[in-house]
Every structure is written in C-alpha cells, then in structure tokens.
C-alpha cells in the first residue's frame, strides 16, 4: 500500500510497448550497419570513381578537366583493341558458358540415383581458388609438356601454341573460364528444371515428341525466366572479365589479343597512375552495362505482355 492507501497500478501495455520498442531499435541497429557498410565499400567507391572521371591530379593538385579523361581513352590505340576482345570473349563465353551449364543440367535431371555426387562434380571447380583452376589449365595449355598437346601427339595431329598464337588466346581464356564457372549456373539451371511439372513431359511424349522437341517445347518455355536472368547476369559478368586472361596470358595476350576493358582500367591505375582515365574508362564500361540491362529488361517485359 502507498501513501493515502493507493497501490500503483502497472500501465496497461506498457511491457509489450517497452518489448516492441527493443525489438524494433535492434532492427534498425542492424539495418543501420548493413546500410553503413553498402555505403562505405560499395556506394562511396561509385561516388569516388564518377567524381575521378572528371578530375585530372598532378603534382599533388587535382582540377577538374571535364570530359578530357575520355577524350584521353578514345585516342588510345587499345581502347577499341580491348572493346574488340571484350565483345569477343562475351560471345564465346556465353556459346559456352551458356549453352553447357544449360546441357549439363539437363544431363544431370535425367539421372534418378546419384545426382547429389554428380552435383557435387559440377560444382567442384567453382569451389578450387581462381588462382589455383587457372595455373592448371596453363599447364595444359603448356607447349611443350602440356596434356593437352600430348593428347594430339598420340593422335598425330599438328600440336598447338594455345596461349602464344594470338588466333587460339582468346579461345583458350574462354574455355578455363567456362570451366570454372560453369558450377554454379548449372545448379540454378537443374533447380528450375525440377521444378516444372512430370505431366507435360508425358503429355510431350503422348504426341510423339522426341529428346529435342521435348527440350524446345517444354523444358526452355518452363525455364524462360531463368534463362533470362542468367543471359543478362553472364553478359554483366564477362564484360568483366580479368582474372583469367590477366593469370592465363599476362592481361594482354600475343599481340594484345587477350587485353580487355578491366584490364585496360588495371593498366591505366596502376602501371600508367593516370587514376581519371582510369575511371573514366570504368565509368564509360558502367553506363554501357546499365543501358544493355535496362533495354534488357524492357524488352524482356514488352516480350512477357
């Protein structure tokens, strides 16, 4: 009892307002972080590089020089040299890296017993360190005692210069590269194919549909979204591409036949420190990507309507 005989009374709600309130500033703790970190390692670099873009530094001094950064790039013999390759290497790479994790996939669907250790096969090369994948094909590739040319000496074929001959450079960076990466396109391929209904293959194979009309008429129609998605995300990727030419040929290959648009970005930084041509070039490849996905993306959506 208090004073005058009153008891206090607990407010009504009062705890589970007090339980939300925690729960809710705890939340946006978290969120606060993640959004902090987006900001530090993600947004600042974007922000840092789009300013670059338009600065020049010299002596300690930086000015702004407009667009005289790209101006700079165009004029360079291997600007269109490294678009050439890029493109190239985007083409090949999605022949290959498109069409084989697709063909494995389907492979791997039709086995009924032991697709866990089949799964586990194809993603192994995603799982060895880049470094480690790409110093084993340069041993195949190797010319004098690489297996590969090994294999055509039994087969009394001509040997081939894989990573010296500027006409198989290119072939060669796309190949390990496929190899590589192919793991984990090939599970999200095998996951959306599990997922279309057993009935309209029957109904398929009721009208006589064979292996490839059963692929043309229900497997990719079912899986449209998907292979969309991962068109769009591998173009993104391998106009990217670096590691694997920079580890495999040196970044510029025989005759520059390897060189790419990352890599003219790494030679602008840090062998020429011309940091705003640089960031002019990579701001020049990012507005290329962004326009390619959303007329992507437009046209995906005026397709679906």
């Not at 974007?46 to 300690?60: I, N, P, S």
């Not at 279309?196 to 064979?210: C, Q």
């Amino acid at each position: 009892m208090g004073r005058g005989g009153l008891q206090a009374r607990p407010v009504p709600g009062g705890g589970r307002f007090a339980r939300s309130l925690r729960r809710n500033l705890t939340a946006h703790g978290f969120l606060i972080g993640a959004v902090l970190c987006f900001a530090v390692f993600s947004w600042y670099p974007m922000v840092r590089e789009f300013l670059l873009a338009f600065q020049k530094t010299e002596d300690g001094r930086t000015s702004w020089v407009g667009l005289d950064n790209l101006v700079t790039v165009a004029n360079d013999p291997a600007f269109w040299q490294a678009w050439r390759n890029t493109l190239l290497f985007t083409a090949l790479a999605l022949l290959l890296g498109f069409v084989v994790p697709f063909a494995a996939a389907i492979v791997i669907n039709e086995f009924h017993h032991g697709q866990g250790y089949l799964r586990l096969l194809v993603y192994l090369p995603v799982m060895l360190p880049p470094v480690a994948a790409v110093l084993l094909f340069k041993y195949l590739y190797d010319p004098g005692y690489g297996l590969l040319n090994e294999l055509l000496r039994h087969l009394r074929l001509p040997e081939q210069q894989w990573l010296q001959d500027p006409d198989t450079a290119m072939l060669a960076v796309v190949i390990a590269s496929t190899w590589m990466n192919m793991g984990g396109a090939a599970l999200i391929y095998l996951a959306a194919l599990q997922g279309i209904p057993g009935e309209l293959y029957e109904a398929a194979e009721l009208d006589g549909a064979g292996l490839f009309r059963k692929i043309w008429h229900v497997t990719i129609p079912q899986t449209r979204l998907i292979l969309s998605l991962m068109l769009l995300m591998q173009v993104v990727a391998t106009m990217q591409v670096f590691v694997e030419p920079f580890l495999l040929t040196g970044g510029a290959g025989p005759e520059g036949s390897t060189t790419t648009v990352v890599h003219l970005i790494y030679q602008y930084a840090f062998n020429f420190n011309d940091y705003g041509a640089a960031a002019a070039l990579g701001l020049l490849l990012l507005v290329l990507l962004a326009g390619f996905s959303a007329a992507y993306v437009k046209l995906s959506r005026a397709d679906d309507e």
